[in-house]
């Protein structure tokens, strides 16, 4: 997927965080002179989706994960199993 | 039946560094179960003689994913299953919030991967996060939480973010972290530390991680003070002052060709300036408080050290291999465990396989190799986002970006490329044994390699992971045994099985949900099935009626 920041302005970034569906933002990129792949504009729109899970469900799932760490910086996320 | 695709056959590794004869480790890197089996059994699974094998143990490998009916569309199917229950639940679930007071810094260190922002000059660098940047920044990130995101740490990056002239600036930022509720960690250089000393009681700044590449003359070397300043003697003067107010430090060695045989007067410096002894005192008088109280921390905070090999690919005859660090430490006379424990690419595995032995959890099934790839947000001065510290300042690289005014990010595409850089989408990984291993390398390490981000990177992990891996189940089999002869426990199968396998819950999800995961982008959808089949950590709900 090519991207060039320089020719996305303010006011098209905004409207393709409009849009509602994957088909919708490949069809405004497309038109943007860009491809998007259907996993791409899947991560996209789920950068603007609401948390879907309540506290109780979130302290199952987040026990123990770090969103920010990086092995290579310090401790925490890198190789493993 | 065939042998999974995704199978390492490793040797055990004794405590006293020799082979344990007679048995050898299985480890399935979709599932993650490692298993023990007797050597003569892992020839014969080599050789596919599976009629070799007892009915039992073909029968234990078959539930536990290292013998499969599955062919490799099968298989992959289960990692790309596994890789998108990851990313949507665990990878969506939060912020790692890094934020950059200033590009600027006082140090040149030849290695340093930010030089690109070098040439912008001094003017540029000079430049510091207004406050009305910081104001929408925080808007942004009160917006994350309105909207249920974990929210929980910010931790502050450069250039170097202690400068002592930007006090007042960290101060600010820090305030508005204080409001939010989040803890607060550093990468600082050390140099200017004293300066903020109050900032750090006050503001209870938990953790730093401060950098010294071997004693005086050879860390000024590489640790260069821009005015050509000695800087060692202050960095350590000022750890020491910055763990007697309570903040913990994590001091970091970058090791190359040039101070690899420096990492002993290291060590043996640390000991005489007595951050050894006093950090054991420190862990007994903790260990003593904690016997009443949980939590109970000692007035002064903890002190650690570990080595990292440099990446400097500008230079990289220069560099050395993360093993060159373990056996020079080895060469110093620490234990292996010892060693690993003190190389940063080394003791997350091995940590997280002790955890995983005592079976209370699942292999993590992460596609993602680090926060780039998930939640991480790096905040520049002028309110450009960035996916990956290591690209801060890289016009190219910028995922989104906030302004005066603004009340949440603006994405471009960018984001969404460095979320789906994930081993089930990248094709070279999406067969490898190491996929959930590896989980395609760092990015960064990447486009140094190949000029490319978005490709994988597998660096030295398979021998990172034999070496690690060897061990720790060398010396977890040591004291099953021991235990068993003591008459302690036995030896069935079970003890032969050291990790749980993902090959369980896997089956347990059906056609029409596992088709069900993967075209939904609903989280809680995707959540609802895959509790039901026991994936995440037992908790009341998750018991309860499944």
Known sequence: MPINKNELTKEMLTKAMQCETVDE????????????????????????????LDGEALKQVAGGECYGDCACHGRGHGPGL | MKLSAYEIFLPLVGTDEKQIEGYALLVNGLYGAVDVVKKEDADKLQAGDFAGLSAALRERLMLRGHITRKDEAGELADLKLLSRVYKTVYGRSGVGLVI?????????CP??????????????LDNTMSDEVMEAIFNALKDYKARGYGLGHCTFYG???????????????????????????????????????????????GNLQVTVDGTAELNDRRRLHKDGLPTYDRILKNVELALQRGTAINLRVNVGKENLHGMQDLVDDLKARGFIAKEEERAKEEAELRKTDPKAKTQRGEFSYYFKATNDDAHPEKNISEQDTIDEMMKMGFTAEEAVARQSQYNVI??????????????????????????????????????????????DQVAGYIEPGMHRFLWNFSKAK?????????????????????????ASRSHNAYGDYFREFCGEVKEIFAFIVSRVAGKEWEKRCAAAAAGETGMDGCAEELTLSLAGPVSRITEAERAAIMATTSQKEIFDIVKASGIFPAGEEAVKGN
């Open chain 2, 111 to 124: 290695y340093c991967f930010e030089q690109h922002r070098l040439k912008k000059g001094q003017g540029w």
């Open chain 2, 159 to 205: 250039g170097e973010p202690f400068l002592a002239k930007n006090i007042a600036v960290v101060k600010k930022i820090a305030d508005k972290c204080r409001e939010l509720g989040l803890s607060m960690g550093a990468i600082t250089n050390g140099y200017d530390l004293e300066a903020y000393l109050d900032f750090l009681e006050e503001y209870k700044v």
């Open chain 2, 100 to 108: 950059m007071p200033t590009y600027d810094c006082n140090f040149r």
């Open chain 1, 25 to 52: 933002l490949i069809a405004l990129a497309k038109t943007y002179g860009m491809e998007l792949s259907k996993e791409e504009a899947e991560a996209y729109l789920a950068e603007l989706d609401d948390m879907e």
């Open chain 2, 350 to 395: 091995w940590d997280r396989l002790q955890m995983l032995f005592k079976k209370e959890g699942y292999p993590d099934f992460s596609p993602a190799y680090c926060g780039a790839e998930q939640g991480m947000l790096v905040v520049d001065p002028f309110g450009k986002v960035y996916s990956c510290w290591d690209v801060v300042g890289k016009d």
């Open chain 2, 418 to 442: 460095w979320r789906t850089r994930t081993v089930d989408l990248m094709k070279a990984c999406q067969t490898c044994p190491y996929a959930f291993i590896c989980r395609g390398g760092c």
